[in-house]
Every structure is written in structure tokens, then in C-alpha cells.
């Protein structure tokens, strides 16, 4: 009996994996549609994401998309998958789309991020730690906040702010550019020690380069500690099933996601390369994200990676 019932077991371990590369093997799944708002951190998991998808027989397309475009593309069924659900702080988005049913939560790959105002830390020295400090130094920052690009949720929650006069910024204004135009900002401000409040997060090479603070005082709108889940469009893990096995399996730790990142920044190479690095330098990574994934042709996905790298 114990025989027969492992015999029946494997059996229906082989038709399930058969199903799955049946169902991957149909044109839709052939290319994995990924979004990127233009965050260092989501250019990061995708470059991971193509290193294990190409290898495996899939194409790998990604599209920069706005926060809110890429919400509306995944209901739509533009876009496949987006690494990117930084909760609380998507929290409207969250509302209106995933908890219908109109958008799918796959997975949570990251955990025990921060994404609030932060300072740099001569400003925190000056008295600056929390959301309420800021009015009292308005002059020195020149009532300005600086956010990334217009739509995302942060500056969402900070015009909130604003129009709500909490802490007393009624009178501040939030100016919206690029991740890469805030920054550069911050670089200047800091080489003239000048006073700046600018959206910070965690992982991203800023925390490296920078001598920052967070500020605490912002929790209704941005949360302490958040996660980042793994969003796809509605059906497809039904659709593709080992491709949304493979995404599904994709975790990320902030130390690892800091030293790509760095990497990109220290040593000017692109997102793809600094991610082939480290995964050469931590093949054991290999074994949790390919567990339970084929080749889309189903082969053995771990060395068709490996075979790559």
C-alpha cells in the first residue's frame, strides 16, 4: 500500500509539473512583462528576476511605468508582474485594486523596509528628528519638501500632509522630480551643509553614501517597518504557473538588495551585471528561488542558471 500510494504521489507530481510547462508553453507566457517606476530598488529585484527567467526560456520585458500606471496596466493585463508593492505606503493603491481581486498578490520578497522623511545629519544635529521640528527650522529649508515622481504614493501622502497642515506645513511645498533629480539635489544641499527633507527608503544605495536620518513623527502616513510584495495580473499564476512559481519564490534581504545597488553606483555598471555578480557570490540563492520551477522546455532549472552565470 505504502508503495502504491508513493507510486500514485510521484505520479501526480510528474502531471502537475507536465501541466505546468504545458501551460508556460502557450504564447502568453513566453514573455514575462515586468514594470519598473524608476526605483533603484525595483531595478534591482527585475535584473535578478531576468538573470533566472532568461535562462529558463522566457523573454523578459520591462516597461518604466508611473506608480499609478503600473496598478492600472496589471488590472488591464498589460503588464504581467511588479516587484514593487511597497506597503503601507501603497496602501490606496492596495484598496483600489488588489483587495477587489483586480490585481493578484503574489508573494511578500522583502520585509523590514523604510520609506519616510529623511534628513542628512547635520540637519539632525541641528534639532531635526521628527515631523513636528521641521516648521520650527522653515526658513532654513525654505519651506520645501522633496519628493520623487509625480503620482507616487509617498508624494500622495505628503501633499496630504500639506493640505491638512498637519505639523504646521501648510505653507510648504512638495517639489516632485526623478529619484535621480532628488538625489542630486540632496548631493548639492549637503555639499553646501544647507538644510534639505527629502523622501529616503531602505534598501537603496542613499543609505550607503549618505550620513541620513529618518524621521519619525510620519507613521499615519508612511508606516514604520514595511514589506514589499510581488503583484501580478489577475489569472496569471492560473495561466503560468512555473513562471509565477519562480516569482512567487523571489525573496530579497535589505543588506542584499544595499550591496547591488552600491554596486551599480561604485562601480558604474548596470543593474544586470551588479546582479550576476552577486549571484555568482551566493549561488546557495539559486536553491529557494528555483524550487519547484522548470525550464519552460522542463529541464532542470538550477543548471540551466548556473550554466549562464
Not at 527567467?53 to 508582474?81: C, F, R, T
Not at 522630480?177 to 527633507?197: G, H, N, P, T
Not at 513562471?243 to 543593474?271: G, P, Q, Y
Request: contains cysteine; hydrophobic residues 45%; charged residues 20%.
Amino acid at each position: 500500500m505504502h508503495t502504491f500510494a508513493a507510486t500514485l504521489f510521484a505520479l501526480a507530481v510528474s502531471l502537475s509539473t507536465l501541466n505546468a510547462q504545458a501551460a508556460d508553453n502557450n504564447a502568453q507566457c513566453s514573455t514575462v512583462k515586468l514594470a519598473d517606476p524608476g526605483w533603484s530598488d525595483i531595478a534591482t529585484t527585475n535584473a535578478v528576476a531576468r538573470l533566472l527567467l532568461e535562462p529558463l526560456g522566457y523573454q523578459v520585458k520591462v516597461e518604466s511605468l508611473a506608480v499609478p500606471i503600473i496598478y492600472g496596466g496589471l488590472k488591464d493585463g498589460q503588464v504581467d508582474a511588479f516587484l514593487g508593492s511597497w506597503m503601507p505606503a501603497h496602501q490606496g493603491f492596495h484598496d483600489k485594486f488588489v483587495a477587489n481581486g483586480d490585481v493578484q498578490q503574489l508573494s511578500r520578497n522583502l520585509q523590514g523596509t523604510e520609506f519616510t522623511l529623511a534628513v542628512p545629519d547635520y540637519v539632525w544635529k541641528g534639532g531635526v528628528r521628527d515631523f513636528a521640528d521641521l516648521n520650527k527650522h522653515a526658513d532654513q529649508f525654505g519651506r520645501k519638501l522633496y519628493g520623487i515622481g509625480s503620482g507616487a504614493p509617498a508624494n500622495l501622502s505628503l501633499q496630504e500632509i500639506i493640505k491638512g497642515d498637519a505639523f504646521g506645513l501648510s505653507k510648504w511645498k512638495l517639489v516632485e522630480s526623478s529619484e535621480q533629480a532628488m538625489l542630486a539635489q540632496v548631493d548639492r544641499a549637503v555639499k553646501k551643509q544647507q538644510y534639505i527633507a527629502f523622501l529616503g527608503w531602505t534598501p537603496h544605495p542613499m543609505n550607503v553614501k549618505l550620513n541620513m536620518h529618518y524621521l519619525t513623527g510620519g507613521e499615519k502616513w508612511f508606516g514604520s517597518k514595511g514589506d514589499v510584495f510581488t503583484l501580478t495580473r489577475k489569472g496569471y499564476p492560473q495561466a503560468c504557473p512555473n513562471a509565477a512559481k519562480l516569482l512567487s519564490n523571489l525573496s530579497f534581504t535589505l543588506d542584499m538588495e544595499n550591496t547591488i545597488m552600491a554596486e551599480v553606483v561604485d562601480k558604474k555598471i548596470s543593474f544586470d551585471e551588479a546582479a550576476r555578480a552577486w549571484v555568482k557570490a551566493h549561488p546557495e540563492a539559486l536553491d529557494g528561488w528555483l524550487n519547484g520551477v522548470t525550464t519552460k522546455a522542463g529541464a532542470d532549472a538550477v543548471a540551466a542558471v548556473k550554466q549562464t552565470l
